[in-house]
């Protein structure tokens, strides 16, 4: 399924927004993540995290959050920036109150997962769709070495924690505790993400 027919699914036939909401919403969309400045942060991307979604959506409780997070939590980029997760969250918002029909709770639930990719840190006990979507979002480090750095040509994840931040670039000599960060925090339920991470990505512990 391409990306406008999932969102004008999920928007029409799930969420029931009318109109030319779903139309106006998919332009934002992918305007947005057509960017120029834009390496990694694109809708393939989009498309990556959603190749995992179809695998594990039916071990979700709320898939159509999951769906709405996918979509949002990169819609602000700016690599300069580092407020994008609260400024994406903040078009989710935007985005809730015009189509006027999500409960509160599922607008707060969203928006929180937008901000937990500004650390991807998150407890054993935290709610399983959450843990899923950012391993998702992150899901290409667990990548093989080559297929890693050929992915992310040009690209920069910054990685803010305890206040050091962490560049990663095509570069074999990224810092070796960026991997060590996030598979000490939980275990991870994608197969192919950070319960491999000392195998296959290049980043040894």
Known sequence: MDLQHRWLS???????????????????????????????????????????????????????????????????????????????????????????NLEADKTDAVMKWILQTKSHSVKENSDKDLQFFLDMDMAVLGRPSEVFFQTTRSMQIRFVKNTSIFLIRNTKSADQRFCGAFVSDRGYLLPTSFTKCTMTSPFKI
Do not use: C
């Open 10 to 100: 999920t928007a029409v036939d799930v969420l029931k927004i009318s109109g030319d909401l779903p139309q106006k919403w998919w332009g934002v969309i992918e305007g947005r993540y057509s960017e120029k400045q834009r390496h990694y942060h694109t809708l393939r991307h989009l498309e990556e995290m959603f190749q995992h979604f179809d695998k594990h959506f039916k071990k979700l409780n709320q898939p159509e959050l999951v769906v709405l997070a996918i979509f949002f939590h990169d819609i602000i980029y700016d690599p300069k920036a580092n407020d994008n997760e609260e400024e994406s969250a903040e078009v989710f918002s935007q985005f809730s109150k015009e189509v006027g």
